[in-house]
């Protein structure tokens, strides 16, 4: 029963970290789209008011600056494609925590588990670890940090 309480310490912090990822990537993603939209809405105006007021070249460069950050922003979006990775984290997240109760439940009813009980665990949490986004280290760290402190609830 050793291994159920390690897998479940495991899970644990498995679904939390999948969590916190997938905030994390929402949270980017309204950030660069925020900034994008407020650069070209800033870009845009400059350089209509350049275009009035010709002798200001140093507005002109802000505004080639500024145009050249919201296209690389806006690619930036297209690559990094956070809307589709916070998706995945959380379908992760919702995985994890179903193997997790599914174990906390093996867990109070020690005296009824099985090898095969044990086996289908591990098969499942494979399935799950291989089509699972990765982890981004400072996430694993947070999430082992915030479970550390939260004991389990078999």
Known sequence: MEILERWARGLQMLHVAHNIASERF???????G????????????????SLSASGLSGVRVGAGASSLLAAALSAGQLVWNYPELASRH????????????????????????????????????EEIEQSAPQLPIGVRRR?????????LRA
């Open 143 to 151: 999430a082992r940090k915030e479970t550390s402190r939260v004991p």
């Open 90 to 125: 959380r379908t992760a997240a919702v995985r994890y925590a179903t193997l997790r109760r599914q174990v906390e439940l093996r867990l109070a009813n020690r005296d009824q588990v099985t090898e095969a009980d044990l086996d289908v665990t591990s098969t499942e949490w």
């Open 34 to 49: 925020i900034s994008t939209a407020m650069l070209s809405a800033v870009v845009g105006t400059t350089l209509f008011a």
């Open 26 to 32: 929402n949270y980017w993603n309204r950030v660069t």
